[in-house]
């Protein structure tokens, strides 16, 4: 995700020994990961949002759905395995992303709502998508209605319901990105590219750790996607909350057992952010979207306004994506610039 007050590059770093991250992935027969399977790799288990699922085979014509999710099947090479993508316009900046010719090799479906007839009509093996990524219940366009077609789902990590109404969300979002990458490397027989990524990710994120704000030094950190009669943010099961807080921000909206959510404006007063980081998407620019809060009078004695401690960040940084530990990196030395 690349973009705050300045241009940041997104850098890969190198490989770092791999930690477990929680991930439930079995062979078939109950084997440990890593366990070879009988007759070969297949079939393969994996536990997706609490549903254990086996694959025969891999997957061979998969739609996925935004731009986060479309980018994790990049990120492992995995375009052959697709029919295509949908998602809009906007896919942020692409010039320093190391799996940016996906979009060059892959269909672009369509720039408006996935739907089961667009899925039929690319011959569709699996959607990858998620719960508010696609997924919705107002539309007729369900994991249980694909199967009923005969496609089957993936669905994003970071969506997953956790069993309060239709909150989403229910392990730390980057652990939702391992998870996802691990799930993958199985299920489409690239195990090797995944944990690779996975330790890269891992050592870039503790480089940032490394330099970020600690203890009294870290800045109160409001995310602000959009909405003026309430704001929509991010509780501690999206992207942002991983974000924040590893790059060394105090997220005040940590306690929030939710993905993306709404709240009060009277709570954002209470907790009163130092930083305040703009998702930049949708229909409302990242301009007019801080020329709103500045002028806003209920937060008029925020410290984050009172200050002009404005931070954008993209859409796609903030969902979970491959994205997310450059836009860590970049967000440290935003806040270390501010603290200084």
Known sequence: ???????????????????????????????????????????????????????????????????????????????????????????????????????????????????????????????????????????????????????????????CRNGQGKARGVMAPLDALYTDLRNLGRIFDVEDRAGTLIASFRKQVAEAQAKAPEGADRPRVFLYDDGQDKPLTSGAYAGPHDIITKAGGDHIMKDLEDSWTTVGWETVVARDPEVIVINNYGDTTADRKREFLKSYGPLANVSAIKNDRIVVLDYVDLVESPRNPAAISALAAELRDIGS
Not at 106 to 126: F, M, P
């Open 1 to 159: 995700m690349r973009r705050l007050v300045r241009p940041a590059a997104l850098v890969l770093a190198a490989s770092l020994a791999l930690a477990g991250c929680g991930a439930d992935v079995t062979t078939e027969g109950g084997k440990e990961d890593g366990a070879p399977a009988a007759g070969g790799h297949y079939p393969v288990t994996v536990e997706n949002c609490g549903e254990k699922k086996t694959y025969d085979r891999a997957p061979q014509r998969v739609v996925t759905n935004d731009v986060g999710i479309t980018e994790i099947m990049f990120s492992l090479g995995l375009e052959d395995h697709m029919a295509g993508y949908v998602m809009p316009d906007d896919k942020g900046d692409l010039t320093s992303v190391p799996w940016k010719d996906g979009y060059r090799k892959t269909k672009w479906l369509s720039k408006e709502r996935i739907n089961k007839e667009l899925v039929l009509d690319a011959g569709a093996d699996l959607v990858f998508a998620g719960w508010n990524y696609g997924f919705s219940e107002g539309e007729g366009f369900t994991p249980d209605a694909l199967r009923r077609v005969g496609i089957d789902s993936y669905l994003l990590s970071e969506s």
